[in-house]
Each structure stands twice: as structure tokens, then as C-alpha cells.
């Protein structure tokens, strides 16, 4: 196996809305000023004879044609003007034409494509950023105004605390709305905090000591009542079951604390016993961006989970489902389009279980009709979409389940005791093969049906042959990688830094391309790129959207008030896992 080194290269520095479900987009694209110098070369192989007509806009020649349609959105390209005439359908199949339009969108210095210019789907490229820039760049002056606004109403809370207007003496760490009670906690250190969310009823202590009553929260005080029955006989066993667990979570260089199962142990019993929870209130703070564009809505799910939401995954091909996994280890199914806000479909579970795992939910993926979930409690469970989400199997992985990718064939499992496992999801013994390709907890994957690649906790990235059955590199890197997104020929990928990384696949060659800064300041939790996109979460509390360039241009930024645990993105959908109760979905407006 073939070893390469590699440090910071300084050299170079969810959703783009699918065509077919934004119709807003067929009728206004980004602002397309800025036209073509005369004389830019064309495709000459696909350019029309000469027009027998003598007049109209074919008997134009076809430098000016192609300078005409480069004004109009690149959606109007692809789809109507083939349906007008075949002459003007071959602007479409000009490449050289859309390679001046995203470098018009981008900016004549940024680099594009990242990875490898053959092959790449140039028409797609160009739609997808359009969409993109329009959706999120006006979110972006929205999010900026709302921020400025709410730092002004913090100021003012706190003014009137500190004079006393509220008749009592103002708590140290509450001036900001409650924000430093979460400053730098990240994936691995999120408390439990319930009541933080309006949506969820929390009974607490009145005046005279005395419990008042919930209203409508009867469902939610039963099912606390019996997890925390259920975490008093398993508390002991499971913290020292998962202690080893949380370690490959706890170090990075500082940036965020050590994880604290024990204490979101302790929160869970005292919601279950009565006691009361000692939870600190923050101020209501605005949600990111409570206005939104024409183009794009936001909706929050309703909570009901009870801890934080640790992986989402969009589902089905049209972002119509989203399957949210949680650290009171529970896997949920929520339909996107029965109503406005989301609707529960199923909480997924065995018959006769209390939940869905025994330990944290902590990766989801799909393939077809199965949706697979992993835990710390050291299985893989497989669930029937088409089937109401009967569950179809467990697969005990001997360590907990840091990230799974579904191929049509095998389901690939990384897991904290070093190893990649293949299985078959069809078989009554589904284990395939067992791989030990690195030196430590494995946190990323990414497949086709050729190849798999791999991140460690070790700095390593790997290749492996599947149908050679044997490691092609290694690749050593001065961080180490948490999330990853493998589409075409690119790889992009976020480490424990901050930082994103590049890298070309082709023929099963893995080549590093290039690292870029986009001002994330801590672990990169999430990340998905396509060839006009790219999305990245932080523990940092922040969300990116971004063009893929290099170095990427971010449109827009999302603040929020934890480390967002993840997120998905699917036909023009965006999935948060905002590090609480609640996920997020943004999408194009209807």
C-alpha cells in the first residue's frame, strides 16, 4: 500500500433547487449583466449551416445567437429552447458557451471545475449555481440584517436587567440570550436541554414550590416517565459500555469540551422522576432568518424528540421524507408535504421496543426502499420505507457506528474499533468482508461501485479496490476528516480544523487538490457538494452555502445557536440538524 504525505496547500484559498420542483426559477434567474467581449471562440463542430431564412434570428451568425441566449436563465436553455426549433435546442451543446457563463457567475479568478474538466456536466453546473445564487444571496443580506437586529434587542435585554426593571438581580452569562451557555460546544458536547424550544412543554417549579399542571404534555410526561424508568437499570451500564466511545469525540485541540454523558444522563432520570430540571432559560431569539425570499421557505419540525437531533437524511429522491436519528435513540420518519409544517409519519422500532436503538443514533443512509441506522449501541438497524418503516434486521458491528454509505450492493459500516465492514443486506449472514485499512476510529465514507474511501481519526485517507479486494493509497493529512461528499470525479471532505479539502478521484487514483478556508472554526460535521453546490455545517454554529470553486465563494451564511450536528440535501431540499430538538428544512417556495 502506497503512502503519501501532504500538509496545508496555501496556493489556492444542499440546495440547489431542483429544476423540476422550483417553477419560480423557470421565470427569473440571477442577474446575467455583463456580456460576452465579441470574438470569444465557439463550438464550431455543433454550430448551424447556414440558415436558408433571410430574416429572424437564425439568420443572425451564431457567435451572436449563442451571446443572445447567454442572457437568458440557463434553465430556459436546457428546456424550452430545444422546444422552439433544433437549431436553437444545439445552443444547449455548446460547451465553451457555458464554461463563460459559470466563470461569469463566479468570477473571472476563481478556479472551476476543482477536479477534472473531462467529462464534467457543464449545463447542470451552470443551473444549479443560478438557482443557488438566487436563493441564497438575498438570504444572506436578510440573515445579516436579522442578525444586527437581534444583537440590538440582546443589548437592550440587558440593559433593562442590570437596571433592575424586572425586579430582581440580574444572572451572570444571561445577558446574551442565553448564547455563552453554548459558546464553542460542538457534536461532541451538546447538554440536554429541555424547554429551550417553544414548541415543547416543560413543567417547572412555580412560586410555592408546586409542579403546575402541563397542558397537553401528558404523551411527552409518560414517555419521560418511562425512559427515565428504563436509563435508571441502564445508566451505569451503558456510560461504561460507551465510554471508550465518546473518547475519539473528546480531543480537538481544544476547540470544543469533552462530551458529558453523564450529566445528559442525569437531565434524562430527573425529567423521569418529577425532580426538577436544572436547565438555564435562554432569552427567545429569533429563528436565522425569520424572513425569507420569494424563493425559498423555512419550516422547523415539530419537536418530538427529546434530545438532540444528531443525523437527518433526506429520503426517497424527491425530498418529500426526512428520517431524523437522536441522541435519546430514536430514529424518526417525517413527511414534508402532508401539511406545511411537517408531519410525524413513524417513530421506528421492533415490536414491543421501547426505541429505536439502545444507545445514540448517531448515522443514517438509504438505498432504495432500506433506510440504515447506526448507533452506540454497536448495530446497524435496516428499516422497510415502502413498508411503514418495518423494521427488515440488525446487524451487530461489535463498536459503535460512526458513518455508513449504502451502495446498490453492500452497505458499507465504519466503525469505532478501526474497521470497515461489508455487508449484505439480502443474506441471513450479512457480513461480507471485515477491512482494518487504518490505525485508528473510522469517522467517514464514500463509495461507488468500484471503490471506497475512507477517513480516520488516525490523519489518513484510504483507497480500496473492491473487486481487487486490496488497498490502493494511503494518503496522510496534518487533520483529520469527519464528513464527506464523493460525486463525479471530486471528493470533498471537512476535518476536525475547520477546513475543507479537495481532491480528484479518477481510475481509482485519489490525488489531493487543494485545502480551502471558508471560515469555519471548528470540527466540519457535515458537507455535500454537487457539480454547481456546496453545502458545509460546523460544530461552530454556522452553516454555509457556497459555489464550488477554488477558492469556493460562500453566499451565504446561517448562524445558529449550537454546533449543527448535520445536515442533507436532496431535489432542492436542505435538512439541519441544528444541534437541538428541532431540524430545519429549507426549500424552495411553492
Known sequence: MMSEETGTNGDQGGPSPDPGTSPSMEASGPDLHGLLPAGLPSSADI??????????????????????????????????????????????????????????????????????????????????????????????????????????????????????????????????????????????????????????????????????????????????????????????ALME???????????NEGQVGALNRQEDLANLMNLGNGRRVETEQPQ????????????????????????????????????????????????????????SGGTLLHTLGGRGNFSTHRGWVWCLASQGPLLASGGFDSTVRLWDLQAGGAERGMIKSGAAVHCLCFQTDVLLAGTFDKRISMYDTRAAEPLVKSLRLHGNAVMCLAADDKYIISGSKDCTVVVYDRRAGKGLKKIRLSSYLLSMSYSGCEVWAGDNSGMLHSFSMQAGTLKPLSQFDVGHTALVTGIHRSPGSLYTCSSDRTLKVHIPCAPPRTLCTLRHQAGVNGLSVEAGVLAVAPGDVNVNIWRPRK
Open 47 to 236: 454550430s448551424p449551416s447556414p440558415s436558408a431564412e433571410t430574416s429572424g434570428l437564425l439568420s443572425l451568425p451564431w457567435e451572436l445567437v449563442t451571446h443572445i441566449a447567454s442572457h437568458l436563465p440557463a434553465q430556459c436553455v436546457i428546456t424550452v429552447l430545444p422546444m422552439v426549433c433544433h437549431a436553437l435546442g444545439n445552443v444547449g451543446k455548446d460547451n465553451t458557451a457555458w464554461q463563460l457563463r459559470a466563470h461569469r457567475l463566479m468570477g473571472s479568478r476563481a478556479g472551476f471545475p476543482v477536479g477534472p474538466r473531462e467529462d464534467f456536466d457543464w449545463p447542470s453546473a451552470c443551473l444549479e449555481m443560478e438557482q443557488l445564487i438566487t436563493c441564497w444571496t438575498g438570504q444572506a443580506q436578510l440573515v445579516a440584517r436579522r442578525t444586527k437586529e437581534d444583537e440590538e434587542a440582546r443589548e437592550q435585554v440587558g440593559l433593562r436587567q442590570r437596571a433592575g426593571q424586572d425586579g430582581e438581580p440580574v444572572a451572570g452569562g444571561q445577558e446574551d440570550g442565553g448564547e455563552d451557555a453554548v459558546e464553542g460546544v460542538g457534536v461532541e458536547a451538546q447538554e440536554v436541554v429541555y424547554g429551550a424550544d417553544e414548541g415543547m412543554e416543560v413543567a417547572m417549579e412555580g412560586e410555592d414550590d408546586e409542579m403546575p399542571p402541563i397542558v397537553g404534555g401528558d404523551r411527552l410526561a409518560r414517555l419521560r416517565e418511562e425512559l427515565g424508568e428504563r436509563l435508571e437499570d441502564d445508566a451505569a
Open 241 to 251: 459500555e460507551e465510554r471508550d466511545h465518546m473518547m475519539v469525540f473528546g480531543a
Open 284 to 339: 427567545p431569539l429569533r429563528s436565522p432568518s425569520p424572513e425569507v425570499p420569494a424563493a425559498l421557505e423555512c419550516i422547523t419540525l415539530p419537536s418530538d424528540h427529546i434530545a438532540p437531533v444528531n443525523s437527518v437524511l433526506l429520503v426517497g429522491g424527491e425530498g418529500a421524507v426526512c428520517a431524523t436519528g437522536s441522541r435519546d435513540w430514536n430514529v424518526k420518519l417525517w413527511d414534508l408535504q402532508a401539511s
